[in-house]
């Protein structure tokens, strides 16, 4: 299904950062999507269980999570470096990303997990291999 | 054991002063009044932060002594053409000042996270002006509270029961003399506690601030509705904006971070231009990390610019969309950098931060993160607030001074010492070149 990502601040996610960004606290407030019952009916995935999530700039997978508030038709992921698997660096003249309000597709992803932070920064940054 | 009072937070923009803190042979025991957000931080930084630098040879990470990893640094940083150094906002306004003369021996930029935070709006403000007041007069007169674009429950937990919705003012007994208005795509935790919430369909802030104009001036709206909002809503809005006493608009990265960005801030800012030929309005900006209104203070008094400064030709220029920290390293242009008191690899987006993690980098930083795994060097320090003293700007404007409650380890020394240092030992080998 195609929706509207938000990405921003959380309160698990300003409280899971306080343990350290390398702990199991950071990771199960980042690597999360929210969206609503009604999304989550019309993607076929329960609370729990794994999406995945491409835009235009990249692709990752997350754990999906019931919001309690009413925006069917637009997800969240709490700021880190999952969300911004996602976000595009074209900042149109402002040194300003696109963080927030830009299609996504999601996915039902069974097979599939979020990949903690050390696996991210293992397979997506580093020194060039000379 | 030792009871600290009227402590300053050194989490959020707030910077809330009136922390009980309880200290005892070295370690945070006790802290009263603090949110929860800074509950988490007080009760566990010591748990979770770096006691020791480390420095990484032939790709391997390895504890190194202070003066292995000062001496690294700043060979890594005077051999570079183009640095970057960016981050700054969880630091003091006396580390920033060095960093600045760091950056101006090095002929690199100096970015603070404002650039992927509030920079847009500050970009406003040079477009058209701003009309603003302290947290305070927010506190002592508003009756009218507007939340656009932010969620302060979440993010700055105490913004409402010290400085504007719940507190008791001067002239305001508390929330039953305000009305609390949310502007938002989303209906988050914030929107429970306002007396309405007007929910927008993502992106069309700018539309919306428009048509808000056009019916304050009395100007009819031909569209039945605007941003998902009916134009009959949109009249009720303008007619409460302009019947209050002072109103006042908080607004938070909803509007920068979306499409529109700094035209989204420039119409707000025009908004309350046009309600103050009506009444009295401002507007404010809910700053995040509890320095970062600091890095644009200190580089305006210092340079004339509040963020991206460069200085490559030898004075310094500004130019957001070029001289920011993001355009930078997408485009591939910096050849080292320095980041302080931040974590970009975690916070930019991932191919600005791929480009990052190809050069080396140099990080001064309490804790762990992912910058920190990528770093060449990593020089942990003292934190601001709890181990060290040094001043903050709150998300007003106001400067404070904060406290120490503890002793840093030994091997942690405040941002302005490690910092100075490493501007001697740079000034003494570019001198030697």
């Known amino acids: 299904m195609e929706a509207i990502l938000v990405t921003g601040t959380s309160i698990d996610q300003a409280r899971g950062k306080e343990h350290g960004k390398l702990s199991s606290q950071y990771k199960a407030s980042c690597a999360t999507l929210h969206m609503t019952e009604e999304d989550m009916h019309t993607l076929g995935v329960k609370p729990g269980q794994s999406v995945r999530v491409t835009s235009p700039h990249g692709s990752v997978v997350l754990t999906a999570v019931k919001t309690k508030e009413p925006h069917a038709g637009i997800v969240f992921i709490p700021t880190g470096p999952w969300a911004n698997q996602l976000t595009g660096p074209h900042t149109g003249g402002t040194g300003m990303p696109h963080f927030k309000g830009f299609k996504v597709e999601i996915q039902p992803a069974p097979t599939e997990k979020a990949l903690d932070l050390k696996e991210i920064v293992k397979i997506s940054y580093g020194k060039k291999k000379s | ?433």
């Open chain 2, 1 to 433: 054991m030792t009871v600290h009072t009227q402590v300053i937070c050194t989490l959020c923009g707030c910077a809330c002063d009136d922390l009980e803190i309880t200290t005892e042979n070295g370690r945070i025991v006790k802290a009263k009044f603090a949110c929860s957000n800074a509950y988490e931080r007080l009760t566990c930084f010591q748990q979770v932060r770096s006691y020791n630098p480390v420095i990484t040879v032939n790709g391997q990470r390895r504890e190194a002594s202070l003066e292995a990893a000062l001496s690294k640094a700043a060979e890594i940083l005077a051999a570079a053409k183009y640095p970057l150094l960016y981050g700054w906002s969880n630091t003091s306004s006396e580390a920033i000042r060095v960093g600045i003369e760091l950056a101006e021996e090095l002929g690199g930029v100096i970015d603070s996270t404002s650039s992927v935070c509030h920079g847009p709006g500050i970009e406003a403000a040079h477009e058209v002006g701003e009309s603003t007041c302290t947290l305070g007069e927010v506190r002592d007169r508003a009756d009218l509270i507007i939340y656009w674009g932010c969620n302060p429950t979440q993010a700055h937990m105490r913004h409402m029961s010290r400085y504007s919705s719940h507190s008791k003012g001067r002239y305001r007994e508390g929330r039953k003399d305000r009305k609390v208005i949310m502007v938002d795509v989303r209906n988050s935790l914030s929107s429970r506690t306002a007396d309405q919430l007007i929910q927008l369909t993502a992106g069309k802030d700018f539309e919306f601030i428009n048509a808000l104009r056009l019916a304050i001036r009395d100007e009819a709206l031909e569209a039945d509705e605007v941003a998902g909002v009916p134009s009959e809503k949109i009249e009720e809005l303008a007619d409460l904006m302009v019947n209050c006493e002072f109103g006042i608009i908080f607004f938070g990265v909803g509007l920068t971070h979306s499409s529109g960005r700094d035209e989204n801030v420039a119409a707000a800012i025009s908004l309350v231009r046009d309600l103050n030929m009506r009444t009295k309005f401002l507007i404010m900006p809910m700053r995040g990390h509890h320095n970062v209104t600091g890095t644009n203070k200190v580089m305006t008094w210092q340079t004339g610019y509040p963020f991206a400064v460069d200085f490559s030709h030898g004075y310094p220029r500004y130019n957001p969309g070029e001289t920011s920290a993001v355009d930078l390293l997408s485009r591939g242009e910096c050849d080292a950098a320095l980041i302080v008191a931040s974590d970009p690899i975690a916070h930019m987006p991932h191919q600005a931060a791929k480009k990052l993690s190809e050069i080396p980098m140099v990080l001064l930083e309490p804790i762990p993160s992912a910058t920190g795994l990528l770093a060449d060097v990593h020089i942990p320090v003292a934190v601001v607030g709890i181990e060290c003293t040094g001043t903050i700007y709150r998300m007003d404007g106001v400067p404070l001074l904060t406290k120490k409650l503890i002793d840093p380890p030994k091997n942690c020394h405040p941002d302005t010492e490690v910092l100075s240092d490493l501007l001697k030992r740079v000034k003494r080998l570019k001198g030697a070149s």
